[in-house]
């Protein structure tokens, strides 16, 4: 039974560029929640897709977007990047209920020089 | 909204020692609340949940916490420590209500199993 993966594992980006991470979830699981861990911090919830669409936001601003596929995988983009956006971009997927465990895969290392 | 505290950022301790890893949350209404850990190099697995019930819920590996809704806590306890229980342990809380989807977390407590 496959758990959450993510591609790449690792991305080295130049600030104002443009990033897709991408995010398979846990056979059996239909939502996708995206999370950013910088360093020496924990997890900031960006935002949650459920149905193909956004069901909630975090604080994070425009730059970020997401999508949701019809077979429950998702991309995380991030748009005109800045040296803050480095960090572990982490997806998680659960089941459609509100307090269903969260999964985590192993994130994504996105590193803006 | 809510917040979480884990008041410590690195907890030191020798082998088959006891650990306790402190968390204090705060919210201004009935929450959920989780122990997630996280091991070098990968992502957040699941320790215990504290949902309703019984305010002691354990893990299958000897952890326990205990949800103490007059002190707002949520600490985790092991009786006797193992190597490879060396990673980082964050806390983290949601409102129980329908419509809170995101989960707020600590800032992590690294716990080193000194042997």
């Known amino acids: 039974d496959a758990g959450v993966t993510q591609s790449p594992t690792h991305l080295i980006k130049t600030r104002g560029q443009q990033v897709t991470l991408r995010c398979s979830p846990k056979?059996?699981?239909?939502?996708v929640s995206w999370y950013q861990q910088a360093l020496g911090q924990g997890p900031q919830f960006i935002f949650q897709?459920?149905?193909?669409?956004?069901?909630q936001r975090g604080n994070f601003p425009d730059r970020f977007s997401g999508h949701q596929f019809p077979n429950y995988s998702s991309e995380l983009n991030v748009n005109a990047l800045l040296l803050g956006d480095s960090a572990l971009y982490l997806c998680?997927?659960?089941?459609?209920?509100?307090?269903?465990?969260?999964?985590f895969g192993n994130g994504t290392r996105l590193t803006v020089t | 909204a809510q917040s979480v505290t884990q008041l410590d950022s690195q907890v030191p301790v020798f082998e088959e020692a006891p650990v306790e890893l402190r968390c204090n949350y705060s919210?201004?209404?009935?929450?959920?609340l989780f122990w997630y850990v996280q091991y070098p190099n990968q992502g957040l697995q699941l320790l215990l949940k504290?949902?309703?019930?019984?305010?002691l819920v354990e893990s299958i590996n000897g952890f326990e916490a205990e949800f103490n809704k007059s002190q707002t806590s949520f600490h985790l306890r092991k009786p006797s420590v193992h190597i490879s229980d060396t990673a980082e342990y964050f806390c983290?809380?949601?409102?129980?209500?329908?419509?809170?989807?995101?989960?707020?977390f600590g800032k992590g407590t690294k716990l080193s199993v000194i042997p």
């Open positions: 983290a809380v949601t409102h129980s209500g329908a419509g809170s989807y995101q989960l707020t």
């Open positions: 919210s201004s209404v009935s929450v959920y």
């Open positions: 504290y949902l309703s019930g019984s305010t």
């Open positions: 056979s059996g699981h239909d939502t």
């Open positions: 897709y459920y149905e193909e669409e956004e069901r």
């Open positions: 998680a997927s659960s089941r459609g209920q509100y307090n269903s465990p969260l999964h």
